[in-house]
Structures are given as C-alpha cells and as structure tokens.
C-alpha cells in the first residue's frame, strides 16, 4: 500500500518517539521503518495499520493526498466510442 514516508516520520517525531523504539512497538524491523520514511518502500496494509494505530491517527492521515482527479492517467486513451478507433492515429 502506498504510504507518505515523510508524513509518518513527521508524525512519529512529533510524538517524540524514536525509529527503533517506534518500530518495535509498531512490530516492523527499524531498517523496514527507516526504509518506509524514506520512500523506498511501501509496507503491507498491517504493517501501515499497526503504523497509523501507533501514531493515533486513521491509515488516510499516512497515504499520499488525492484530489480525485486522475492526473497519473493518460486521458487521450481511445475508447469503445471514439471516433477516431486507436489512439494515436489521426485522419
């Protein structure tokens, strides 16, 4: 699951918690959490429960923001009722 590293390392010093007492509370590896803040991995969704429960917030407080737009999908995409028939091809 897709996690706002940043934010959870915000959080948990915040709370004044330190990486290796946090992570174990939370039942993840130091190196895992570390790893986590950082953004170079993403944990399990019980992992980033376990995360959300010990930092006294909800799983949404710990996930990048959306604004319901889909600005990650290519929206030139051609559909069933497209007049054109393939993407990318031109009259």
Known sequence: MKADGPRIRQRRETSGQGLRRFAR?????????????????????????????HLGCDIADLVPETNGDDSGNDHRRAGPDDDEGSRGTHP
């Open 25 to 53: 509370t939370a039942g993840i590896s130091a190196s895992h959490l570390s790893r986590i803040e950082r953004g170079e991995t993403d944990p399990q969704p019980e992992a980033l429960a376990r995360i959300a429960t």
